[in-house]
């Protein structure tokens, strides 16, 4: 939320104090008025077993279990860095998204990985125009959603470095250089770069909102957490390819991106971010990111649930540390990202994913003492106290 604050009032001020004195103060007002209605709510505690909440989610729409095949080719010496993009329906976008990564003015070696995931719309014969190409692998397979898309690139991929870019978006000529030189130079594990948000309607260009991050602590994060104020996009960055080795995104499940934050972030030992924008993000009512938020009634919004069981499996499997950051990341995904997701399903299934949540956030809650943000501590609070009113309002204000 106060970094939604902190971009607009730097669109418009230009002046990163202003923005950042602004953002704080609207951030201020925000928490003002959840404490205004933290003091009139009512605390009802939910007396449902977490057995029983199990078994309703089950019956109602079951672990859908998508894991991925891993194949990891020799990294090539000769190639600095692989770029992915996976491909479905976009024929009157896709080729100005291909030329831009190809018109690259860059000293390092990349290739181009285009997977056509089952385009039914032409897409897939522009595609194909690519296959000739030096710098392009074409791969055409049947329809597997994103995730599966980009796992097909990942699984292709002999960069030293990898980059994601999706099939609606436009890169700027300067994308490759700038992370790469920076990834390089300074051995990054993930190097980041700033975007546009580019709001998008009836084909026309509404609004630009340059998303350049201060590099202040704005979310107050108390273990020493910086990668944690930054967006888990998969895009706008680059990994080392070793990074993805025993990682793949959830397909099958909506928000399979949120393993960024999840996976990648905990890896990472050196992170550099650029405060130079890049990659334009297209955002309009069409977008799948877009209209996948307002499809709260729809079953597969619980994919929620099981990808953060898929993303903590992977967690324990990779041997990550269950440290401070691990745990403010695990209370945000069990509050700020899962209830307004969910908010308009069915009170009963709300309620069993709430117990749920609050069985995790047990499991997993370390034993010694954690600095949390005060917004952190009160979701902490909730749902220790299994207090589902309090869980949804500081849910919605963070």
Same mark, same amino acid.
């Given at each position: 939320? #106060?970094? /939604?604050?902190?971009?607009?009032?730097?669109?418009?001020?230009?002046?990163?104090?202003?923005s950042?004195?602004?953002?704080?103060?609207a951030?201020?007002?925000?928490?003002?008025?959840? %404490?205004?209605?933290?003091?009139i709510?009512?605390?009802?505690?939910?007396?449902?077993?977490? *057995?029983?909440?199990?078994?309703?989610?089950?019956?109602?729409?079951?672990?859908?279990?998508?894991?991925?095949?891993?194949?990891n080719?020799?990294?090539?010496?000769?190639?600095?860095?692989?770029?992915?993009?996976?491909?479905?329906?976009?024929?009157?976008? #896709?080729?100005?998204?291909?030329? +831009? #990564?190809?018109?690259?003015?860059? *000293?390092?070696?990349?290739?181009?990985?285009?997977?056509?995931d089952?385009?039914?719309?032409g897409?897939?014969?522009?595609?194909?125009?690519y %296959?000739?190409?030096?710098?392009?692998?074409?791969?055409? %397979?049947?329809? *597997?959603?994103?995730?599966?898309?980009?796992?097909?690139?990942?699984?292709?991929?002999?960069?030293?470095?990898?980059?994601f870019?999706?099939?609606?978006?436009?890169?700027?000529?300067?994308?490759?250089?700038?992370?790469?030189?920076?990834?390089?130079s300074?051995?990054?594990?993930?190097?980041?770069?700033?975007?546009?948000?580019?709001?998008?309607?009836?084909g &026309?260009?509404?609004?630009?909102?340059?998303?350049?991050?201060? /590099?202040k @602590?704005?979310?107050?994060?108390?273990?020493?957490d910086?990668?944690?104020?930054?967006?888990?996009?998969?895009?706008?960055?680059?990994?080392?390819?070793?990074?993805w @080795? %025993?990682?793949?995104?959830?397909?099958?499940?909506?928000?399979?991106d949120s393993?960024?934050?999840?996976?990648?972030?905990?890896q990472?030992?050196?992170?550099?971010?650029?405060?130079?924008?890049?990659?334009?993000?297209?955002?309009?009512?069409?977008?799948?990111?877009?209209? &996948?938020?307002?499809?709260?009634?729809?079953?597969?919004?619980?994919?929620?649930?099981?990808?953060?069981?898929?993303?903590?499996?992977?967690?324990?499997?990779?041997?990550?540390?269950?440290?401070? &950051?691990?745990?403010?990341?695990?209370?945000?995904?069990?509050?700020?990202?899962?209830?307004?997701?969910?908010?308009?399903?069915?009170?009963?299934?709300?309620?069993?994913?709430?117990?749920?949540?609050?069985?995790?956030?047990? *499991?997993?809650?370390?034993?010694?003492?954690?600095k949390?943000?005060?917004?952190?501590?009160?979701?902490?609070?909730?749902?220790? +106290?299994?207090?589902?009113?309090?869980w949804?309002?500081?849910?919605?204000? &963070?």
């Amino acid at each position: 939320m #106060i970094y /939604g604050f902190y971009f607009r009032f730097f669109k418009a001020t230009h002046n990163k104090t202003l923005s950042i004195i602004f953002s704080r103060l609207a951030r201020l007002v925000y928490l003002l008025i959840f %404490q205004a209605k933290r003091l009139i709510l009512k605390h009802p505690k939910t007396t449902l077993s977490e *057995q029983d909440a199990r078994a309703r989610i089950d019956a109602f729409y079951p672990d859908p279990h998508g894991r991925a095949a891993v194949s990891n080719p020799p990294i090539d010496d000769a190639i600095d860095l692989s770029v992915v993009v996976p491909i479905y329906n976009y024929v009157v976008l #896709i080729e100005k998204n291909i030329e +831009s #990564i190809l018109n690259q003015k860059t *000293q390092y070696r990349f290739e181009l990985i285009l997977v056509d995931d089952g385009s039914t719309d032409g897409s897939r014969d522009i595609v194909l125009r690519y %296959q000739k190409h030096p710098n392009v692998k074409v791969i055409l %397979q049947d329809n *597997q959603g994103i995730a599966g898309a980009r796992n097909t690139g990942i699984n292709h991929a002999s960069g030293k470095y990898l980059m994601f870019v999706d099939c609606d978006d436009e890169v700027h000529d300067d994308l490759v250089e700038t992370l790469m030189r920076k990834a390089l130079s300074e051995g990054c594990d993930i190097a980041m770069c700033a975007h546009n948000l580019c709001k998008e309607r009836d084909g &026309q260009v509404y609004q630009i909102i340059p998303n350049i991050y201060p /590099g202040k @602590n704005l979310l107050g994060y108390k273990n020493g957490d910086e990668i944690m104020n930054y967006a888990g996009l998969p895009w706008c960055k680059v990994y080392k390819r070793e990074m993805w @080795n %025993q990682v793949r995104f959830l397909p099958g499940y909506w928000y399979e991106d949120s393993i960024i934050q999840f996976l990648l972030f905990p890896q990472c030992k050196r992170f550099a971010y650029i405060p130079k924008v890049c990659y334009d993000y297209r955002w309009y009512e069409n977008n799948f990111s877009h209209t &996948q938020g307002d499809r709260s009634t729809d079953k597969k919004t619980i994919d929620r649930y099981w990808v953060l069981l898929g993303m903590l499996e992977k967690y324990e499997e990779l041997g990550l540390p269950k440290d401070g &950051q691990f745990y403010t990341l695990l209370l945000k995904h069990l509050s700020m990202y899962y209830y307004p997701t969910i908010a308009g399903m069915d009170n009963e299934i709300v309620e069993a994913l709430f117990v749920l949540a609050c069985g995790l956030l047990r *499991q997993y809650r370390p034993k010694g003492r954690c600095k949390l943000p005060y917004i952190l501590r009160v979701t902490e609070k909730a749902m220790l +106290s299994e207090d589902i009113e309090l869980w949804k309002l500081v849910s919605m204000y &963070q």
